[in-house]
């Protein structure tokens, strides 16, 4: 959808709670940065994150922590697809309010939380944008509305900007048999904007920036471009009190059950692991949403009987169970065929659980020697694997504990230390 024209006079309304990081401060550090929360706000009412829900959150509490005198956050709001400033406090109560939800997902509530989310949409409505009075970087962390050309080259004029963008992958470009029907076009659409206007551009891996680049007419030269891997939050970020387990040892995957992320041999390791070991079978619990193009995978789900009870699809759960899951998992499990980063297996290292995952250069990247990482196509060496971590104090449990002690973890911290350093480099540029 196009832009929308700007006709009101408007004032951007700042709150103040902090002094900026000293980071951000001096000569190099006097932009103005204008965090885009489309994502979040077109998410809001759905119970439970996304892997990319979760960063665009990250994204907004960490800056507001850095830098609350220069931030500013805009949106294309999902209400008639606007775009604006949007109110700081508003904001802020919104994304308190996304946290609340995200900790304690529960159903028994629908009605008051979409009634919440109706006055969070009112409170958060777009706002015009104020002349500015220096340099502003529009930072742009999902691909939200990346897909519009135009529209994004609207804003940018708009606002007088220069355009930070983060890229979460170009699995759809890379590997189109992985994704939507049209989603190879959509992320083409996506990928000529960043070409087009992005001044600076994030990788969350650098096989995510390796990938991007063929597909860039322009390619990276005359671009600041930096690799930042996300960071862990503590296990307790959340807090995770008691839940119901599995009472039987457990594996656990958290994904969204697409193709590439090759549910398929997990459940027909599973069939036979059932059919040789009965109900001392370990349990596999999937953790997130139904995708596309998984027929056959939910007919196993859905019709397959010898599982009923071994393997557990728990769909979208909130963060408190999701957390108490994968502390008390034999091992994560992810043995997707391509990934542009592989969250799950850097917060279950966090955390001291192990990992068994698919041997692809995103997990090599962040895993380090730390996982034990298996061929996606090694169906019996997963199952060796997974029978092997099943028993107690086995060895090779025993083993990636110990390289799990020494293997560190990134941080938040570290990672908005790279991202503030790309914005001075920005800012420098245009200043």
Same mark, same amino acid.
Not at 1 to 21: D, E, H
Not at 410 to 429: G, K
């Given at each position: 959808?196009?832009?929308?024209?700007?006709?009101?006079?408007? #004032?951007? =309304?700042?709150?103040?709670?902090?002094?900026?990081?000293?980071?951000?401060?001096?000569?190099?550090?006097?932009?103005?940065?204008?965090?885009?929360?489309?994502?979040?706000?077109?998410?809001?009412?759905?119970?439970?994150?996304?892997?990319?829900?979760?960063?665009?959150?990250?994204?907004?509490?960490?800056?507001?922590?850095?830098? %609350?005198?220069?931030?500013? !956050?805009?949106?294309?709001?999902?209400?008639?697809? $606007?775009?604006?400033?949007?109110?700081?406090?508003?904001?802020?109560?919104?994304?308190?309010?996304?946290?609340?939800?995200?900790?304690?997902?529960?159903?028994?509530?629908?009605?008051?939380?979409?009634?919440?989310?109706?006055?969070?949409? !009112?409170?958060?409505?777009?706002?015009?944008? *104020?002349?500015?009075?220096?340099?502003? /970087?529009?930072?742009?962390?999902?691909?939200?509305? &990346?897909?519009?050309?135009?529209?994004?080259?609207?804003?940018?004029?708009?606002?007088?900007?220069?355009?930070?963008? &983060?890229?979460?992958?170009?699995? %759809?470009?890379?590997?189109?048999?992985?994704?939507? *029907?049209?989603?190879?076009?959509?992320? @083409?659409?996506?990928?000529?904007?960043?070409?087009?206007?992005?001044?600076? /551009?994030?990788?969350?891996?650098?096989?995510?920036?390796?990938?991007?680049?063929?597909?860039?007419?322009?390619?990276?030269?005359?671009?600041?471009? @930096?690799?930042?891997?996300?960071?862990?939050? #503590? %296990?307790?970020?959340?807090?995770? %009190?008691?839940?119901? =387990?599995?009472?039987?040892? $457990?594996?656990? $995957?958290?994904?969204?059950?697409?193709?590439?992320?090759?549910?398929?041999?997990?459940?027909?390791?599973?069939?036979?692991?059932?059919?040789?070991?009965?109900?001392?079978? *370990?349990? =596999?619990?999937?953790?997130?949403?139904?995708?596309?193009?998984?027929?056959?995978?939910?007919?196993?789900?859905?019709?397959?009987?010898?599982?009923?009870?071994?393997?557990?699809?728990?769909?979208?759960?909130?963060?408190?169970?999701?957390?108490?899951?994968v502390a008390n998992a034999r091992a994560m499990l992810m043995p997707s065929f391509i990934e542009g980063f592989g969250m799950p297996v850097v917060e279950a290292l966090a955390a001291g659980v192990p990992v068994i995952c698919s041997d692809i250069i995103a997990h090599r990247e962040v895993g380090g020697d730390a996982p034990d990482y298996l061929d996606p196509l090694d169906g019996l060496g997963w199952k060796r694997a997974i029978c092997a971590y099943a028993r107690p104090d086995s060895a090779e449990r025993v083993a990636q504990q110990a390289r799990i002690a020494s293997w560190r973890a990134?941080?938040?911290?570290?990672? !908005?230390?790279?991202?503030?350093? =790309?914005?001075?480099?920005?800012?420098?540029?245009?200043?």
């Open positions: 959808m196009a832009l929308r024209p700007f006709n009101a006079p408007g #004032a951007r =309304l700042a709150l103040r709670t902090k002094r900026a990081s000293e980071r951000f401060m001096g000569k190099r550090g006097e932009s103005e940065v204008i965090l885009d929360v489309s994502r979040l706000l077109s998410r809001a009412f759905h119970p439970a994150p996304t892997g990319i829900d979760r960063v665009e959150y990250v994204y907004a509490r960490e800056l507001l922590d850095r830098i %609350p005198d220069r931030l500013s !956050f805009a949106a294309v709001h999902p209400a008639g697809g $606007y775009y604006g400033r949007l109110n700081s406090a508003a904001v802020r109560q919104f994304l308190a309010f996304t946290a609340a939800k995200w900790r304690n997902a529960r159903s028994d509530d629908a009605g008051d939380n979409k009634a919440a989310v109706i006055r969070h949409m !009112f409170a958060t409505r777009p706002r015009p944008v *104020p002349r500015a009075t220096g340099p502003r /970087i529009y930072l742009q962390v999902s691909p939200h509305h &990346l897909d519009n050309h135009g529209q994004v080259g609207a804003i940018l004029r708009a606002e007088g900007a220069k355009l930070v963008t &983060l890229v979460h992958d170009v699995i %759809p470009l890379s590997h189109p048999e992985y994704a939507r *029907p049209q989603g190879g076009d959509e992320h @083409r659409k996506r990928v000529r904007t960043i070409d087009s206007y992005a001044t600076g /551009i994030i990788g969350n891996s650098q096989a995510t920036i390796d990938a991007l680049e063929p597909h860039l007419n322009k390619g990276l030269d005359g671009r600041v471009v @930096r690799v930042a891997h996300f960071g862990a939050d #503590a %296990p307790d970020i959340f807090g995770a %009190p008691d839940e119901d =387990l599995p009472t039987r040892p $457990y594996f656990v $995957y958290i994904s969204t059950i697409e193709p590439r992320k090759n549910h398929l041999l997990l459940l027909n390791i599973w069939r036979r692991l059932v059919e040789e070991q009965g109900d001392a079978a *370990p349990v =596999l619990v999937l953790v997130g949403r139904r995708g596309w193009e998984n027929e056959n995978v939910i007919d196993i789900l859905e019709r397959a009987e010898i599982l009923r009870g071994h393997v557990i699809e728990a769909g979208e759960v909130s963060d408190n169970r999701m957390q108490a899951l990134p941080t938040w911290r570290d990672y !908005f230390d790279i991202i503030s350093e =790309l914005i001075e480099e920005v800012t420098a540029s245009v200043s």
